[in-house]
């Protein structure tokens, strides 16, 4: 031990305060290349007889050296853990990240409560394809080729041409109807709910795309009667018990008689105000009897069965009942607007 005595190493490992230089200096006592190590290898040059103090005294310098870096190096981990946990202190009185809660769009909870509705009654749900054919939209409900509502001025084709194989989007989700009657038996209550698009030009109460709602009876001696006394009780569950419906003749090809309902104002309760326009009603829906030709479609016999049919827009639903001014509210996703009505 010429180079460096056990004193001058205790005071060079006491002064390392780096794991790195620890390892350095850790090499230089005790490693391969180390002092310790090139005098055990020269050993065997030294007369016997004094081979086994001189090993003697290599092997209790490296217990040496070795256990006092092992001690620094304890001491240089638990620093440098300590210092980990200062700066990734965590301070378990702060309160918990609170994660913002989604919730429904409006045209959501709105159509879901329409569901309720019809569904506590027992009618079912359905759904159909967005992508319809001629057949199903126009044709299976009654309406002739010479109708406008089949001009492209009114409908958005896919594949517009020949009659028989014109495929378009959906201006209403009455083919829906006619698709659930060809797999299901009399009798059939029937609520179905989905997006409808028509060439509309956007405005305050119109858009090429919105919600529809429409629903189907189907029994034996279904009347207007039922029809007028479901849609009396669908309004006063949606709007309010007191609110009183009105109907008067329209037409839609598909039933016969046809009507358009309006309901009283549940804002000022049919004095006249903003929201109805001073009238005290407001028009919300088409409905009907089920045009016979609409069940021979279907295989159906109108001698046996009868019915009847409504369809309701969502965002009209929704526009009258929270006094929104303009239909694009809904589509924007303004924020400002929409957490108005979580």
Not at 111 to 135: C, H, N, Q, R
Request: include cysteine; charged fraction near 25%.
């Amino acid at each position: 031990m010429d180079r460096i005595t056990r004193e001058e190493a205790a005071v060079r490992i006491a002064a390392i305060d780096d794991l790195d230089q620890l390892d350095e200096l850790e090499r230089e006592l005790i490693g391969k290349t180390s002092i310790i190590a090139q005098r055990r290898r020269e050993l065997g040059k030294l007369p016997p007889e004094e081979r086994p103090a001189v090993g003697a005294m290599l092997n209790e310098a490296f217990q040496d050296f070795k256990s006092r870096l092992d001690a620094r190096r304890e001491e240089l981990e638990t620093a440098a853990e300590d210092r980990l946990l200062e700066v990734e202190r965590v301070d378990p009185t702060l309160p918990a990240l609170q994660l913002p809660r989604g919730y429904h769009h409006l045209l959501t909870e709105t159509a879901e409560e329409v569901v309720d509705i019809f569904t506590a009654l027992g009618y079912a749900v359905a759904s159909g394809p967005e992508v319809e054919t001629a057949a199903y939209n126009f044709d299976a409900l009654n309406t002739p080729a010479t109708h406008p509502s089949r001009l492209e001025s009114d409908t958005i084709y896919v594949d517009w041409g020949d009659p028989a194989d014109e495929v378009l989007l959906r201006t209403q989700t009455s083919p829906m109807q006619v698709r659930y009657m060809e797999s299901h038996e009399p009798p059939v209550y029937v609520i179905v709910p989905g997006r409808v698009y028509r060439s509309d030009t956007l405005d305050a109460t119109h858009s090429p795309v919105f919600t529809q709602i429409e629903g189907l009876a189907v029994d034996e001696g279904l009347s207007m009667a039922d029809l007028k006394g479901t849609l009396q009780y669908f309004m006063e569950r949606f709007f309010g018990e007191g609110r009183r419906i009105r109907m008067y003749p329209h037409f839609f090809p598909f039933t016969e008689p046809s009507a358009e309902m309006a309901v009283s104002c549940f804002n000022c309760d049919g004095t006249g105000c903003r929201v109805c326009g001073q009238t005290g009603w407001i028009e919300l829906l088409g409905c009907g009897v089920v045009d016979p030709n609409v069940f021979e479609g279907v295989g159906y016999d109108p001698t046996g069965v009868s019915g009847f049919a409504f369809g309701v827009g969502v965002e009209r639903l929704a526009l009258v009942r929270h006094g929104i001014h303009h239909i694009r509210h809904f589509f924007e996703n303004d924020l400002r607007v929409l957490e108005q009505f979580r």
